[in-house]
């Protein structure tokens, strides 16, 4: 009897991938009271992914699980607990003609985000994801699977040559920015979106891994941090008052070029009581313009320095 029962799963088994799930016409709502009510059931099957492979092993993407840390069976895996139900769910009726939908990920599945990224979290609930809560990919409903891929040997985006690529799919804006002419060496990869985010958020204005926008900046460049004899106060400020992190079309990532960079903030006439040299060219208008004189720009540690000249 109970051989005939699975050599019937087997064979319904070879047809998967053919036909729609009997669910896929169920609204959201109508999934999630279902998936609601099998977790408060509470019905795990006996024989754990023995009873899901029945159905799903001839899916290469399902059993690409076992080549990567989810499918190993020691530790807190989930292969050494619950199994596939760890992460799907309880199999409650999904056996029976498949009537019943299981828990399933990423940004096309039939459960929320909220739903999904809850699954994750009984696991990975640990100091790097303190902040996901305010982050704004949980804020926007970006799920965890959107981003990170399970049934797999190598998870593209833990991969430091395919992070840029799985992040700019969905920013294309940046995606525009960082092939702008002046730019961070993203385009070749070989600074991350991660050097800078918290894609699981943080404490900080758009998900910055430290606590200031400068901060951020200062892990490399530290030779632009404080104190200086002479400060530049948009500076201490904030860097981005000037640049723009990502990528522009002017040289040093600079929002614009001086003197019109500085003009925001300084009077087009802060020298109005300077000579001009008599028909000639001051420095004020050639290539570098202001900057020809205050080269200094970050600050200055020069006893003279406190028009940032020297
Ligand atoms: C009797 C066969 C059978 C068994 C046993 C079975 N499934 Fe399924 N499963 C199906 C069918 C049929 C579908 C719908 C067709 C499809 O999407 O592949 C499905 C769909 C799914 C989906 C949704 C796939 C998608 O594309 O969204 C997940 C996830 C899933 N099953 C997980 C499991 C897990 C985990 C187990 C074990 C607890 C399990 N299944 C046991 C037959 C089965
Ligand atoms: C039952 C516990 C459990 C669940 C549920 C779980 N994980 Fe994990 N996960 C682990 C363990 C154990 C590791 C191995 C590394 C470690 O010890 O943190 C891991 C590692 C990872 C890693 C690092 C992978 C690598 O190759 O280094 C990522 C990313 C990850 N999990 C994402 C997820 C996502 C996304 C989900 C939800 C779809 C999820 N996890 C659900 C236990 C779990
Ligand atoms: C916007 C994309 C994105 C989302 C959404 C996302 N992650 Fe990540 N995750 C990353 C990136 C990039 C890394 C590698 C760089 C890093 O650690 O910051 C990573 C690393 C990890 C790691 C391994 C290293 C570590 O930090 O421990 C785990 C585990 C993990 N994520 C779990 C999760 C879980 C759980 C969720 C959902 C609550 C989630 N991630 C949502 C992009 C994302
Ligand atoms: C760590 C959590 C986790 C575990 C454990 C897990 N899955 Fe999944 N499963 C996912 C996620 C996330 C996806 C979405 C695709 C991806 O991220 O790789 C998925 C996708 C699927 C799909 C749809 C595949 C497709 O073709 O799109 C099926 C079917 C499935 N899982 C079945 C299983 C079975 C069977 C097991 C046990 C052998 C299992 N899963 C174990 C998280 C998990
Ligand atoms: C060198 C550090 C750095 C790197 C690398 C970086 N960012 Fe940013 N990003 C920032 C800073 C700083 C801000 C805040 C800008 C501001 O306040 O003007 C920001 C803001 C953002 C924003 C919010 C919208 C905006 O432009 O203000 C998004 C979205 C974003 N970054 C995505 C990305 C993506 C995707 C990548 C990888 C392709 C990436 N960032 C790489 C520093 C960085
Ligand atoms: C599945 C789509 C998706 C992917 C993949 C994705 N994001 Fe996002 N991200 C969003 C959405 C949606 C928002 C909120 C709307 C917005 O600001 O564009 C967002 C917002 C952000 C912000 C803005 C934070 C703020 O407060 O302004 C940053 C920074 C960011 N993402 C970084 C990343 C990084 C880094 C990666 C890759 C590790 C990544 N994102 C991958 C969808 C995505
Ligand atoms: C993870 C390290 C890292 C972080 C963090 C970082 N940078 Fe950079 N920065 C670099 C590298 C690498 C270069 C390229 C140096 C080169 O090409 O010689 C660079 C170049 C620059 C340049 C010159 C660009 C050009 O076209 O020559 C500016 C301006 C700059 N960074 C500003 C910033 C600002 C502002 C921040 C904070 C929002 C920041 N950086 C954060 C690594 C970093
Ligand atoms: C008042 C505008 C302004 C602010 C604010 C500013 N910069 Fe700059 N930065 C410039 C200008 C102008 C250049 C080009 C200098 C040149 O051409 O000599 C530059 C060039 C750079 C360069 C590349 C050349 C070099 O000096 O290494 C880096 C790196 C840099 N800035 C980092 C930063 C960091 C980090 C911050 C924040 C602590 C910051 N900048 C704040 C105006 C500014
Ligand atoms: C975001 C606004 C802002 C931008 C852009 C800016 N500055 Fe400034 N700058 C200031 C402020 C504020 C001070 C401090 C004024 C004070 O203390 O009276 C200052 C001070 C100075 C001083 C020193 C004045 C003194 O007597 O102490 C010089 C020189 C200067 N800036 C030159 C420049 C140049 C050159 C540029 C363009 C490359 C520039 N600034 C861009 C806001 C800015
Ligand atoms: C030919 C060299 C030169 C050029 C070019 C130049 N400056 Fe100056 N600037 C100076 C010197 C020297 C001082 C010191 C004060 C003085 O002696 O007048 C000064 C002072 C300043 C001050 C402080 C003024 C005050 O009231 O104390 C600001 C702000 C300033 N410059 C901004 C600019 C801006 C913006 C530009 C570009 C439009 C510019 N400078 C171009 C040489 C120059």
Not at 9 to 33: H, V
Not at 89 to 111: C, I, T, V, Y
Not at 177 to 193: A, F, L, V
């Amino acid at each position: 009897m109970k051989n005939r029962l699975l050599i019937a799963l087997l064979i319904s088994g070879t047809s998967l991938g053919a036909s729609a799930a009997p669910w896929s016409n169920q609204s959201q709502q109508q999934i999630m009271d279902t998936l609601v009510e099998k977790f408060e059931q509470g019905n795990y099957s006996k024989k754990g992914a023995d009873s899901c492979l029945m159905c799903h092993k001839k899916n290469e993407k399902v059993m690409a699980l076992f080549n990567g840390v989810h499918g190993s069976l020691q530790g807190n895996s989930p292969m050494a607990g619950l199994q596939c139900e760890a992460c799907h769910g309880p199999q409650g009726k999904h056996n029976r003609g498949g009537k019943e939908p299981m828990l399933d990920f990423g940004s096309q599945a039939l459960a929320t985000a909220q739903a999904q990224n809850s699954v994750c979290l009984s696991c990975h609930q640990d100091s790097p994801r303190m902040s996901w809560h305010a982050s704004s990919h949980n804020l926007e409903e970006v799920a965890c699977a959107s981003c990170h891929q399970v049934h797999t040997g190598q998870d593209p985006i833990l991969d430091k040559q395919q992070q840029n690529g799985v992040c700019t799919e969905c920013h294309s804006q940046q995606k525009a920015q960082i092939h702008q002419r002046s730019s961070h060496p993203m385009k070749w990869d070989q600074m991350q979106c991660s050097d800078c985010h918290n894609p699981h958020g943080s404490q900080s204005d758009a998900d910055l891994k430290q606590v200031t926008l400068n901060d951020t900046c200062y892990q490399c460049h530290a030779e632009k941090r404080g104190p200086k004899l002479w400060e530049h106060a948009p500076v201490m400020d904030n860097c981005a008052n000037c640049h723009s992190p990502h990528g522009s079309v002017n040289d040093n990532l600079l929002k614009a070029r001086a003197p019109l960079l500085c003009q925001q903030c300084h009077s087009g006439n802060v020298h109005a009581s300077r000579p001009y040299a008599p028909g000639g060219d001051t420095g004020f208008s050639a290539g570098g313009s202001c900057l020809n004189c205050h080269s200094q720009i970050h600050g200055s540690n020069h006893p003279q320095g406190k028009a940032l000249q020297r």
